[in-house]
């Protein structure tokens, strides 16, 4: 069965720093996607970023990019330029590629990010 | 509509009730999932439909935990004889087409007196 850990969490990030957050996942898959979507107390989940397993280029949106490495199974995110409205629960998230059969995400006991005035 | 919509946003309940929660997906959205997240822990898979049909309910904890989305669009679900360890956010997400990123709701807290 798949599983998603991530490792860390609470991380805390200066305002305008750049901070990394974790995430290991495990699978016998070769086709799958990897997201990290962000949760701010209103409870609503907010996708951050998705990358798809074949693609050997790290996705990147704005000041948010992700680090694949495929080999180690690891997928962090790297947060640029902090703000005090990236504060919130991150989760990373994995869902078998379109031909599995299931779409379900499979998500990690996420990490809280705490961003410093 | 704009986003995915939940209906109530906080739920009270007491032990052995039943109740019935709503999910409005973003309209043209073929695919809808539900989600069970208990306190700070990640959401936990419940059961998923393409349209009408409801192709995966291996996260459905029991048989009291039922899912129905007869029209391919509003989903509901319910959860009958409600105990305790059923107090959790329970999430609803919508996609256009399954490989496609899901769209999250805000949510209904479940809280089981």
């Known amino acids: 069965a798949q599983t998603v850990t991530q490792s860390q969490p609470e991380m805390s990030v200066q305002e305008a720093e750049t901070v990394t957050l974790s995430c290991t996942y495990d699978t016998s898959e070769s086709d799958y996607y990897l997201f990290w979507y962000k949760q701010p107390p209103s409870r609503q989940m907010i996708l951050v970023i998705r990358q798809e397993a074949y693609k050997q280029q790290n996705a990147t949106e704005n000041r948010f990019s992700v680090n694949f490495q495929k080999a180690a199974k690891s997928f962090s995110l790297k947060i640029s330029d902090s703000q005090l409205g990236d504060a919130a629960m991150y989760f990373c998230?994995?869902?078998?590629?379109?031909?599995?059969?299931?779409?379900?995400?499979?998500f990690g006991t996420g990490t809280r990010l705490k961003v410093l005035a | 509509g704009a986003g995915v919509s939940q209906s109530p946003r906080y739920k009270v309940a007491k032990r052995g009730q039943d109740v019935a929660l709503r999910c409005d997906p973003i309209s043209g959205h073929v695919s809808l999932f539900w989600y069970q997240q208990a306190l700070g822990q990640g959401p936990e898979f419940l059961t998923y439909f393409q349209n009408e049909a409801q192709l995966d309910k291996s996260g459905l904890p029991s048989d009291r935990f039922f899912a129905e989305r007869p029209e391919g669009s509003v989903s509901t679900l319910k959860i009958q004889r409600t105990q305790q360890e059923d107090s959790a956010v329970y999430l609803c997400?919508?996609?256009?087409?399954?490989?496609?990123?899901?769209?999250f709701g805000d949510g209904t807290r479940l809280s089981i007196l």
């Open positions: 997400a919508s996609s256009r087409r399954v490989d496609q990123p899901q769209h």
């Open positions: 998230a994995y869902q078998k590629g379109a031909t599995s059969g299931t779409y379900k995400y499979i």
